[in-house]
């Protein structure tokens, strides 16, 4: 089994900065692309900010300029740096693995990790 184990978040005020990192951990031969999403209460999950295995990046309109993606390929990881953070920022933050192929294994799954909560807050 593949486990996406995330650290980072917490409380910040409005203009701080956080980074979240996430770890899949397993038998993994390959992993296509991390990234990140979120969810605020009342609202549905959105992506934030993906990152391919080339390193290609997608993020939404809305942390551009303010957040950055970033993955360690070596130790299957990936990175969000989110700075300029706003109240609106404020949601549980999951990180995903996408296509992932576990040794020995034909087919690729999607994993999720279990949440971690920024508040942004004065």
């Known amino acids: 089994q593949v486990q996406l184990v995330e650290s980072g978040g917490g409380l910040v005020q409005p203009g701080g900065s956080l980074r979240l990192s996430c770890a899949a951990s397993g038998s993994i031969f390959s992993i296509n692309a991390m990234g990140w999403y979120r969810q605020a209460p009342g609202k549905e999950r959105e992506l934030v900010a993906t990152?391919?295995?080339?390193?290609?990046?997608n993020l939404a309109d809305s942390v551009k300029g303010r957040f950055t993606i970033s993955r360690d390929n070596s130790k299957n990881t990936v990175y969000l740096q989110m700075n300029s953070l706003k109240p609106e920022d404020t949601a549980v933050y999951y990180c995903n693995a996408d296509r992932v192929r576990r040794v020995g294994v034909y087919h690729e799954h999607s994993y999720w990790g279990q949440g971690t909560q920024v508040t942004v807050s004065s």
């Open positions: 990152m391919s295995s080339d390193g290609n990046t």
